[in-house]
Every structure is written in C-alpha cells, then in structure tokens.
C-alpha cells in the first residue's frame, strides 16, 4: 500500500479502514470481488471499529466500579434469585419506555452486579449510562458549592438515558441532597430510565436523605413505573470468606510412612526387636 494512500485515510480519520486494508486487497484479488463488495467490506471494517471505540468511551464516561458481563454471573449460588427479571432488564427495553427499576435486599446477594451489568448491556445498545454509587453521591453533593456546581451537577445526572445509582442505604446524605435528588428524579421521572439498589426497607428513606417530604415525593415518583426486584439469599462475599475458613481449619495431613521419614524411623526399633528375637528362635531351633 502507498503511503500517499494512508496519509489520505489518516486525513479522512478513517484508521479502521486503514487496518485492514491490506488485507481486504489481497481478499479481493484472490476472490475477484466487485468494486462495490471491497467497498461494503472494507466501509464494514471502518464502522466496527468505530463502534468499538465508540463503546470504550461510553464505558468510560459511565465509571462502572467494577464491570462484568452478565453471563458471568453465577446464579447456582443463590437459586431463588430473579433471573428471569434480570435477563429481560438486560435487553434494555425499561430504558425504551422510560422505566425505573429497584433492586432490594441484603448485602452481597449480587444487586451491584447486575446493574453494572445491565448498564453495560446498554452502552452496547447505544444508550448513555451514568452510574453513581451512593458515596459518590455524597461526594457530589459535598462539592456543590455554587450555583454553577449545581447546575453542571444536575446536568450531568439527567443527561444519560440510564441513571444507575448504586448502595442506597448505606450512608446518610449531606445536607440539601434530598432537595437535589428530588429534583433529579422529578425531572427524569417518565423522561429517563433510573436504577437503584437498596438494601434497607424503603420507610427508611426519609432517615436517610433526612427530609420525609423529599422522601416521600421521590419514592411517590420513582416507584409509578419502577419494577422491582428483591435480591434475597446468601451473601457471595461471605462464601469466598467461608471457603478461606473452612480451608484454613482443616487438619494437617498425617506425615507418610517412607524412608528417612519420622515415621519409619520411629517404627525401626521395633523391627530391629522383632528380628532379633526372630534370630534367637532360629538359634534354638539349631541346637
């Protein structure tokens, strides 16, 4: 390939294209293909690379804590878990009719997963996704000082087409962040998809963001079109802690009897006595 050429796919901003091109001209004189199927093949190869990075960066703008397909998640563990529900989230179609989702229960029976999960599947469906666990919330809110904070604040939370906020329940929000969240589900409500996990009772709700009224417009909202999925069982964290135990209190393994080994040299003054008496009886029987 000339240089002149990729100099021109470099200007053009078509480096997809220009890393397999190589190879698609020998496809094509090997399989004499068309002028119009090199150019379908070699335009293919441009935009899946595009999508790819295009998923990179929506990946990146989401700052998943920890990401991972939901095909790795392990549903022998806790059978009761709703796995059915949580497939049919993963084809996004809450997102299309702007439907929440809650997902509640104790700690460790996989709710973070699945919404990273979930989330993920719909970066790969070319939605927008934000997820927030809800120290990082916290951390917002503490660092809107300004009317400027607030507004980028509240622009960045309702821009994505799916708000995913993580771990609600776990700490008490800082002051006026019931107003704020209030504001920002009114304002997502029948507009934009949310999902949240809890693992406290939702009467709890107004202890936590510690304005009852707030409280209760937020859950009156978000909860109209909200699916919810209870998350019961045992915790996953505690399985790897309890297979780390149980490891550890076993007994150690009884030595093997061989050769230079403890064991058989404990056992050679008896076979020593046990052949000198054998000897002895010989003896006697000789004489």
């Known amino acids: 390939m000339k240089d002149s050429l990729q100099t021109t796919?470099?200007?053009?901003?078509?480096?997809?294209?220009a890393q397999t091109l190589e190879v698609r001209l020998q496809e094509a004189a090997g399989h004499n293909l068309s002028h119009a199927e090199f150019l379908e093949l070699i335009l293919q190869d441009e935009l899946l690379v595009r999508d790819e990075r295009l998923v990179n960066r929506r990946v990146k703008a989401a700052t998943f804590r920890e990401l991972k397909p939901i095909d790795e998640f392990d549903w022998v563990f806790n059978p009761s878990?709703?796995?059915?529900?949580?497939?049919?989230l993963a084809t996004c179609?809450?997102?299309?009719?702007?439907?929440?989702?809650?997902?509640?229960?104790p700690p460790g029976t996989g709710?973070?997963?699945?919404?990273?999960?979930?989330?993920?599947?719909?970066?790969?469906?070319?939605?927008g996704v934000l997820y927030r666990s809800i120290f990082d919330v916290v951390r917002d809110f503490l660092h809107d000082d300004t009317p400027d904070d607030e507004g980028k604040l509240l622009a960045r939370y309702l821009k994505p087409d799916l708000l995913i906020v993580d771990d609600m329940g776990m700490k008490q929000l800082p002051r006026r962040?019931?107003?704020?969240?209030?504001?920002?589900?009114?304002?997502?409500?029948?507009?934009?998809?949310?999902?949240?996990?809890?693992?406290r009772p939702l009467e709890d709700w107004g202890k936590l963001i510690g304005d009852v009224p707030s409280a209760t417009a937020i859950l009156d909202r978000f909860l109209h079109h909200a699916e919810v999925l209870n998350f019961s069982g045992k915790s996953y964290r505690l399985r790897d802690q309890a297979a780390t135990v149980s490891?550890?209190?076993?007994?150690?393994?009884?030595?093997?009897?061989?050769p230079g080994s403890d064991a058989d040299e404990s056992a050679s003054p008896r076979r020593s006595r046990r052949n000198n008496r054998s000897a002895a009886s010989e003896a006697a029987c000789e004489t």
Do not use: H, W
Request: positive net charge.
């Open 81 to 88: 878990l709703p796995k059915k529900q949580v497939f049919d």
């Open 9 to 17: 796919l470099r200007q053009l901003r078509l480096s997809g294209l």
């Open 177 to 199: 962040s019931g107003e704020v969240l209030f504001e920002i589900i009114m304002r997502r409500y029948e507009t934009r998809s949310t999902m949240m996990t809890r693992n």
């Open 111 to 127: 709710k973070s997963f699945v919404v990273q999960a979930v989330g993920y599947q719909a970066i790969k469906q070319g939605f």
């Open 93 to 105: 179609r809450f997102i299309r009719d702007n439907r929440d989702v809650l997902l509640i229960g």
């Open 247 to 258: 490891d550890s209190a076993k007994p150690a393994n009884a030595p093997i009897s061989g």
